[in-house]
């Protein structure tokens, strides 16, 4: 496996299994008590988590599967949405033969990972929202310049194409610079978030076919015409039916989703916790993983 196996070395193992009639990639591995990992968009398990699965791992059984569309699995014709990647969460839950699990999402993936909790309780003992979509409006200037051009037609296409192209031709330092423009956080947390070895998978993932559609047609999905990124995707009005323990996990400088999403939210469910991390942006599990990991395992184990 491609920068991945390097970094995974033997307690976490990569391989692919069948969800339903999907072909679906996944990393897996340790002993313990289940913990379930959901990435966010435009990413992948293996890109994600890869500081996180296995300091968790040590202490837990994780599973941290690529969406269908992303990474290493297979990229279907579909309607991608969030309901219709809550379903494969649940399925691949299931498949795994597991009552239930801890489920930790970021982004995207956290609010997934929240339509799971809320439509499907018994699947998930605990859950851990990163900078997740959901929890308010996002700042409209960071929405509109990560977001704005790809969902016009045929504009989206170009974009892609030429983000793919990019990629190649233009240095580390550069692809990090945009990057940091829009995730925030330091330069030198970019230059750990954006590695060497994550830079090769992102190229390997922008080269595979069908994943441009994928990532258009989900964020086409996301978008509200009166708001981009929010609308009925905002789940606010629906936290007080949280039953389960929850931790809130937040970069302090998200220039997206900023820390009055995850204040609120700590505020409206009675079993919550916040955990903001300072010189983080949208991605604290990658810039700062050591804090993360921290916050990560004591709520697990508490």
């Known amino acids: ?17 069948e969800v339903g009639s999907l072909r679906v990639h996944h990393m897996h591995g340790g002993r313990g008590s289940p913990v ?5 968009l435009g990413s992948s398990s293996y890109m ?8 968790t791992g040590a202490r837990h059984r994780v599973f941290a599967p690529d969406l269908p569309g992303y990474g290493r699995t297979e990229k279907p014709r579909a309607r991608y949405s969030i309901p219709y990647f809550a379903r494969f969460v649940e399925r691949y839950i299931e498949d795994r033969g597991l009552r239930s699990a801890a489920i930790v999402g970021a ?6 990972a929240l339509e799971v909790a809320l439509e499907r309780p018994h699947l998930a003992r605990q859950l851990v929202l990163v900078n997740t979509l959901g929890l308010g ?20 296409e170009a974009v892609m194409r030429f983000t793919r192209g990019a990629l190649h031709w233009a240095s580390p330092s550069m692809i990090r610079r945009v990057a940091a ?8 947390d970019m230059e750990r978030a954006m590695d060497d070895a ?3 998978d992102l190229r390997e993932l922008y080269a595979t076919d069908g994943f441009h559609n994928a990532y258009l047609a989900t964020v086409r999905s996301l978008v509200n015409p009166r708001a981009l990124l929010g609308g009925h995707h905002d789940m606010t009005s629906r936290l007080k039916e949280i039953k389960i323990p929850l931790q809130l996990i ?24 916040l955990a903001v991390i300072e010189g983080a942006g949208h991605s604290p599990q990658a810039e700062r993983p050591e804090e993360f990991n921290r916050v990560l395992l004591n709520f697990l184990h508490s």
């Open 137 to 156: 409006r996002p700042q409209v200037r960071a929405a509109q310049m990560a977001y704005g051009l790809v969902t016009i037609p045929r504009v989206g």
């Open 1 to 17: 496996m491609i920068g991945t196996a390097r970094r995974t070395r033997s307690t976490i193992q990569s391989d692919f299994i």
């Open 107 to 112: 982004s995207l993936g956290g609010r997934v």
């Open 48 to 55: 994600e988590w890869r500081y996180n699965l296995e300091p």
């Open 181 to 188: 423009r829009y995730g925030g956080g330091t330069r030198a």
């Open 250 to 273: 937040w970069g302090a400088d998200d220039p997206l989703f900023p820390v009055a999403h995850a204040t609120r939210a700590h505020a409206m469910v009675e079993h919550s916790r």
């Open 198 to 200: 994550y830079l090769n």
């Open 36 to 40: 379930v990992f959901i990435h966010g």
